[in-house]
């Protein structure tokens, strides 16, 4: 009689603990979808939204091509200006090493 | 004071435009200043202006890779990039960014992503601040031993690198460029811890790959640096395709932030040839603190006051190393002008 009372005691405590658990576990979790707001753009940031919102792969594409593009142009103007001023950045010796 | 805020479309949040161009401008002085990306204050940084941290990453790993061409370029045809051994870490990086991206994403499904990312942040920048005052005491106590007669000036160090290279396991692969022999899978685990990391907390990872490189692979110094840039720009571009395939990138504030690196990293650049001293080290040491210092404000809710510490920690040490730069280049330009005037001088006395 113990034996059988002390068994549906577990029995009930494992199901009360489980059963958050499995509708817990539920569906499996998928990404959050996020859509771009496109009614208040315009111009270049209206054409990266959507193509966000239409075409993801060429978007991330974009995101590649342009960076490079962006990252690389802005660089050698930097260093083009600055040999016009007269330093060349790429003949540096520094502080340290000079003493 | 609208026309300060500039919408994105994707994050859906209205960020403080000229906060990110001085964030774009900090991170491009401090890095071209201390040869160091500087990632690790964009994304707490974005984040504290108002991004969603998985955005924060996103649009910071793909920032650094625009930031890295130039450095990459210019290192390579210094001859300081190892290809070989680059390509095969490439690997190990691009597997590390994935994981690390997986599971930003999975801890966005949580809903645990911006704590869990601040705090490992807080641990991360106490390591990097720990590893800067130690330095700064260790050239201190070197620069006192120096001074001492009785010091015979020998070092020694930790390298790991000969006892890793006797694991043969096949591939053994030679790199040419940095001059050892070993099995491709030692380059191509270290580069997919840092990987992790870099795709974890959207940052170039050169702060952990440079010195593992050198004491775990064996790699000399200045070609650890080239190798380390040609890895931050493949792995910042990768970042940079995945986070989007993901929807987790504002491409604008890449772009303003680009325009502002691009002018901070040559101030930094520059600035190097004009610093002396090891204070500077301890000021970069603070602001790294001040950083983390902020994050934790960030976490406890107090968000005014965390963007203040951070904005105004990296705009003085921008200020401090913009006065050594221009100081440095007056100072440069008077003893230009003197040397030409002194000839014309000493003509004008023998006529």
């Not at chain 2, 290192?75 to 990039?81: I, P, Q």
């Not at chain 2, 949580?110 to 005491?137: C, K, N, Q, S, T």
């Not at chain 2, 096949?170 to 795709?199: D, E, K, N, Q």
Request: hydrophobic fraction near 50%.
């Amino acid at each position: 009689m113990a034996f059988r009372f002390k068994l549906g005691a577990w029995s009930s405590a494992l199901l009360l603990l489980l059963s958050p658990l499995t509708r817990a576990a539920g569906e499996k979790a998928t990404d959050l979808v996020v859509v771009a707001d496109t009614r208040v753009l315009g111009g270049f940031n209206r054409y990266l939204a959507d193509l966000y919102n239409h075409d993801l792969w060429l978007f991330a594409i974009h995101a590649v091509v342009l960076t490079t593009i962006l990252g690389g142009t802005l660089g050698l103007l930097m260093d083009a200006i600055m040999k016009r001023i007269g330093i060349d950045l790429g003949r540096k010796k520094t502080a340290q090493q000079e003493h | 004071m609208d026309w300060l805020y500039m919408h994105m479309p994707i994050a859906g949040v209205d960020i403080f435009w000229p906060g990110l161009l001085l964030i774009g401008y900090a991170v491009g002085v401090i890095g071209g200043f201390f040869g160091m990306g500087g990632a690790w204050m964009v994304t707490p940084g974005l984040n504290i202006l108002g991004f969603p941290m998985a955005f924060a990453i996103g649009t910071d790993i793909a920032h650094i890779a625009g930031k890295s061409m130039i450095s990459t370029m210019r290192h390579s045809k210094f001859g300081n990039v190892d290809y070989r051994l680059g390509l095969i870490m490439l690997v190990g990086t691009m597997a590390g960014i994935e994981v690390g991206a997986q599971v930003v994403m999975w801890l966005e499904r949580l809903g645990e992503i911006g704590p869990v990312v601040r705090w490992v942040y807080v641990v991360f920048l106490a390591l990097i601040a720990l590893m800067v005052f130690y330095d700064y005491g260790k050239a201190v106590a070197g620069r006192k031993k120096s001074q001492d007669p009785s010091h015979t000036g020998a070092t020694g160090g930790i390298n790991w690198a000969p006892s890793l290279h006797k694991i043969r396991i096949p591939p053994m692969v030679h790199f040419r460029v940095a001059g050892i022999y070993c099995s491709m899978w030692l380059p191509i685990l270290v580069s997919f811890i840092t990987g992790v990391l870099a795709g974890f907390l959207g940052i170039g990872g050169g702060l952990l790959r440079m010195p593992a490189l050198v004491y775990f692979i064996g790699v000399p110094t200045h070609v650890a640096v080239g190798t380390d840039l040609f890895e931050v720009m493949i792995s910042g571009l990768y970042g940079a395709f995945t986070y989007s395939l993901k929807g987790r990138i504002e491409l604008v504030a890449v772009f303003v932030m680009l325009c502002g690196a691009a002018v901070g990293a040559q101030i930094g650049t520059v600035a190097t040839k004009y610093a002396k001293g090891y204070g500077i080290r301890l000021m970069f040491g603070f602001a790294v603190v001040a950083c983390m210092v902020s994050i934790i404000l960030k976490q406890m809710g107090v968000t005014t006051t965390a963007t203040f510490i951070i904005l105004g920690a990296i705009t003085a040490i921008c200020v401090y190393i913009m006065i050594i730069m221009f100081r440095g280049a007056a100072q440069e330009l008077r003893e230009k002008r003197c040397a030409s005037s002194q000839p014309a001088d000493r003509v004008g006395a023998e006529r």
